[in-house]
């Protein structure tokens, strides 16, 4: 099925050819625009002002790599697409986003959780980027891996001071972990890397702390990554994307 | 470029006119939108500074990916070369290597802390009073680039501009 499959001009990659550096790199970005435009939710609903501010900084971190893949794919490709192409003129099945990005906010805790889970995968994930050939890539990630560690420091800090708080805030971050721990796995599908067992030692660790249990149930989902999304993004692109589809080009 | 090389002599003539060391000059004096007592040279925003056939090609690094400055920045870059009579500009950003707090030279450093923002590094100290025992307040603060402090021995708050 999915070797059929071609997303708006972007080559799949095939056996042959080996992994799609464009598919790759576009990847990658509608991981971080996705979930700069869910923390952005936050700007003004956050539970204190400095956490406002930090989800707002954190959000503009993810949109920055964001832009910065989106314009290098395009350089890559030589078909003339911007950044704002791939971000704003794309519909749902051509984002290939991971589902955990994508998955509503929920309360505080079920952000901060997400943030846990995903953080320390980019600390993984960019850090290997950043030994990468290609040179622009390598600079973007070897910036993003200096932001990424920073989120985790906040995301990490802020599950154990709610896993081990009260009981309210416990039984609210372990529901976060319950719901959100069958989009990990989803993270890790296209890694070569081995980075999976690091992962599991950081977000291990922190659980521990925080007196949060991984959930015994196995069962993942996936889909993000071919273009299968859940049904939380297309109402977050609807709202993302309403001024270009509604006005064409429009600039500030 | 080749055509423009294989043009004629119209062209080298106005490539000699163009002053690098001006163009440099000029650039380097650019200031930051955020921090405006430091220049983008200060920062060590600004990688280099060439003249390439007809043009200025400035080359900028971003700071943190998702500092809105840069945007400013370029344009700031633009029209400072504009008005010093390089009518062709162009701004490049260089992803590689990355920027680092490394880069902000020691003059940079200086102008930080009399601005009442501690520069980077290991030992914090309270820009006013020059205590040395501050506690963080957010690990996020105005701008992506600093953190919000508060001195324990004044109690001013202050910014730190966030090792980086």
Redo the contacts between chains.
């Keep these: 099925m999915s070797s059929e499959v071609v997303i708006s001009g972007v080559p799949q990659g095939t056996p042959e050819a080996g992994p799609d550096p464009v598919r790759a790199l576009v990847a990658h970005a509608d991981d971080n625009l996705v979930l700069a435009q869910r923390l952005g939710e936050w700007i003004s609903r956050a539970p204190e002002l400095?956490e406002d501010?930090?989800l707002g900084?954190?959000?503009?971190?993810?949109?920055?790599?964001a832009r910065?893949l989106y314009t290098?794919a395009g350089q890559l490709e030589g078909m003339g697409r911007s950044e704002d192409d791939f971000a704003m003129r794309r519909p749902e099945r051509d984002f290939l986003n991971v589902l955990l990005v994508e998955q509503p906010n929920g309360d505080f805790a079920h952000t901060m959780v997400r943030g846990l889970l995903f953080d320390a995968y980019q600390v993984e994930l960019w850090g290997d980027l950043s030994g990468s050939e290609d040179?622009?890539m390598?600079?973007?990630a070897?910036?993003?891996l200096?932001?990424a560690r920073?989120h985790l420091?906040?995301s990490s800090a802020w599950v154990i001071r709610l896993g081990d708080g009260t009981d309210e805030s416990h039984s609210r971050a372990q529901a976060a972990v319950d719901a959100l721990w069958r989009y990990t796995a989803e993270l890790f599908a296209q890694a070569t890397s081995g980075y999976h067992d690091i992962w599991e030692k950081v977000v291990g660790e922190t659980l521990d702390q925080a007196r949060l249990q991984i959930p015994g149930d196995p069962y993942q989902r996936s889909g993000g990554r071919r273009g299968f999304h859940s049904e939380h993004l297309g109402p977050l692109l609807a709202e993302m994307q309403w001024m270009q589809r509604s006005h064409p080009g429009l600039e500030w | 470029m080749d055509a423009a090389q294989s043009s004629g002599a119209g062209v080298v003539t106005a490539t000699a006119t163009l002053d690098l060391d001006r163009a440099r000059e000029v650039a380097s004096r650019v200031v930051d939108p955020e921090i405006p007592v430091l220049t983008i040279a200060d920062l060590g925003i600004l990688r280099d500074v060439r003249i390439v056939g007809d043009r200025v090609v400035a080359i900028i690094t971003p700071t943190y990916s998702g500092c809105p400055a840069m945007i400013q920045i370029a344009e700031d870059l633009r029209s400072a070369l504009g008005a010093a009579g390089f009518d062709e500009s162009d701004v490049v950003t260089a992803h590689h290597p990355p920027w680092t707090t490394d880069w902000i030279t020691p003059d940079g450093l200086d102008k930080l802390a009399a601005f009442g923002i501690a520069p980077p590094g290991s030992e914090v100290t309270c820009p006013r009073c020059r205590s040395g025992s501050p506690r963080v307040v957010s690990r996020f603060g105005s701008t992506a680039c600093k953190a919000l402090m508060a001195c324990s021995s004044c109690g001013e708050p202050f910014d730190h501009f966030k090792e980086f």
Aim: hydrophobic fraction near 50%; aromatic fraction near 4%.
């Design positions: 400095e501010i930090a900084n954190i959000a503009l971190d993810h949109l920055g790599v910065a290098h040179a622009t390598a600079g973007i070897g910036r993003a200096k932001e920073y420091l906040h």
